[in-house]
C-alpha cells in the first residue's frame, strides 16, 4: 500500500487525485480495465465512490463495449487442494479485434482461472460466463474468478439471458416434468412463474445465443422437429420459428451471431477434416418472414498442410470470421 500511495501523492503529502479536475479522474478511469478499476477502488474513497456510481459503470460499460473483444478459455490442470489428484481449470485471457488485416499478432490479457463444474462452457452472455452439469447451472464472472450454482431440478433445462438496457441477467428454467416455464432476475430472490406458452416442446438443446435483449433456443416438438425460439428477456415474451426444411439439427451444429444476425453453423466437416472441411451457415435474413439463407465457406486446403498442429473450428467474430484453434484452446466468446 506504501508504494501505491506515493505514486498519487505530491511532495506535501496531498492526494494528487484530488488536485485534478473531475472530469480528467472520470476520463482517466473510463480507459482502465475492469481489473485495474477493482484494484484502484482501494485507494480512497474518492476513487470507490467514483467507480460505484451507476453512470460510471454505464459509462465505462459503453466505452468497451466500442471496442469489442474476444474472450478465450485455455485447458490446464493444478493439484487439488484436499488430494494429489488433478483438476482441471480454465485460464481467461481477453485480445482486441484486429484493427487491419495486417494486424497479425495480438498480445492477449490475463484475467484469472477457475475450475467449472462442466468441461464445456456454453456460453458468454453480459460480461458472465455459464457452464451446465447435473449439478445445475454455474455463473462466472472471468474478470473477478467469482462463480456461483443454481441447483436445478430433474428434467429441467436452464438458460442465461440479458438485457444490455436494463441491465439485468435472467435465467430461464423450463421443468418439463411439471410443464412449467419460470425465470430468476441476478439479485432478486424468487423466480417467477410464466405463462405456460412453450408447453408443444418436449425439450431444449444445449445451445443459446443472445444478440442485444434477445435471447435465441433450439426447442424440439414431440415429434422431433427443431425450431428456433426467440426469447425477449426485457418482455419476457417468446417466438418460435421453424427451422429450413434442409437443416436438420445435430451435435455439429451451434447458434452464432453472424453480421448481428443470428445463424445456425454446422462444423461437423470442420470436425473431421479440420481446414479442409467445408463449414455451412443458415442465416435468418427476416424473423417476422421466416426467411432463411444458406451460405457455405471452406478454409484454404493449403494452409492446414503447412502447419505444425492440427486446427480445429471453434467459433465465429463479430465481424464473421471463422476461428480455428489447437485442441488445447477450448473456447472463443465475443464480449
Avoid at 475492469?34 to 459503470?57: A, E, T, Y
Avoid at 410443464?179 to 441476478?186: F, G, N, P, R, S
Avoid at 452464432?256 to 445456425?264: C, S
Avoid at 466437416?269 to 442465416?283: F, P, Q, T
Wanted: hydrophobic share 35%.
Amino acid at each position: 500500500m506504501k508504494s501505491s500511495s506515493s505514486s498519487i501523492e505530491e511532495g506535501d503529502g496531498a492526494p494528487l487525485l484530488t488536485r485534478l479536475p473531475p472530469d480528467m479522474i472520470v476520463g482517466i478511469l473510463l480507459r482502465l480495465p475492469m481489473k485495474s478499476l477493482g484494484r484502484f477502488r482501494c485507494v480512497n474513497r474518492l476513487s470507490d465512490s467514483i467507480i460505484s456510481d451507476p453512470q460510471f459503470v454505464s459509462s465505462h460499460f459503453a466505452c468497451s463495449s466500442a471496442r469489442p473483444k474476444l474472450l478465450l478459455s485455455v485447458d490446464d490442470y493444478e493439484k487439488a487442494s484436499d488430494s494429489a489428484s488433478e483438476v482441471r481449470v480454465k485460464m481467461f485471457f481477453s485480445t482486441d479485434y484486429p484493427e487491419n488485416s495486417e494486424d497479425l499478432c495480438q498480445v492477449a490479457s490475463y484475467h484469472g482461472r477457475i475450475t467449472p463444474m462442466d468441461y464445456n462452457i456454453r456460453w458468454s452472455v453480459g460480461g458472465l460466463i455459464c457452464s451446465k452439469a447435473e449439478e445445475g447451472i454455474q455463473l462466472c464472472n472471468p474478470s473477478t474468478a467469482e462463480c456461483i450454482t443454481f441447483p436445478k431440478p430433474y428434467y429441467a433445462d436452464s438458460f442465461l439471458g440479458y438485457d444490455p438496457v436494463e441491465k439485468k441477467h435472467k435465467i430461464l428454467k423450463f421443468t418439463f416434468a411439471e410443464k412449467e416455464v419460470e425465470i430468476l432476475t441476478l439479485r432478486e430472490q424468487e423466480w417467477r412463474r410464466m405463462n405456460p406458452c412453450l408447453l408443444d416442446f418436449e425439450s431444449f438443446e444445449d445451445d443459446s445465443l443472445c444478440i442485444e435483449r434477445f435471447q435465441y433456443l433450439i426447442g424440439r416438438t414431440e415429434a422431433g422437429k427443431a425450431y428456433l425460439v426467440e426469447f425477449n428477456v426485457r418482455l419476457e415474451s417468446f417466438r418460435a420459428v421453424p427451422l429450413p426444411e434442409e437443416c436438420e439439427y445435430y451435435s455439429y451444429m451451434c447458434l452464432t451471431e453472424f453480421g448481428g444476425r443470428v445463424a445456425l453453423f454446422d462444423y461437423g466437416e470442420a470436425i473431421a477434416d479440420g481446414l479442409h472441411g467445408e463449414i455451412r451457415a443458415w442465416v435468418l435474413d427476416d424473423l417476422h418472414k421466416q426467411v432463411w439463407s444458406c451460405q457455405a465457406r471452406n478454409p484454404s486446403p493449403h494452409l492446414d498442410d503447412t502447419l505444425p498442429i492440427r486446427l480445429r473450428w471453434v467459433g465465429v467474430t463479430h465481424a464473421g470470421e471463422l476461428v480455428f484453434a489447437p485442441p488445447l484452446f477450448t473456447g472463443l466468446f465475443p464480449c
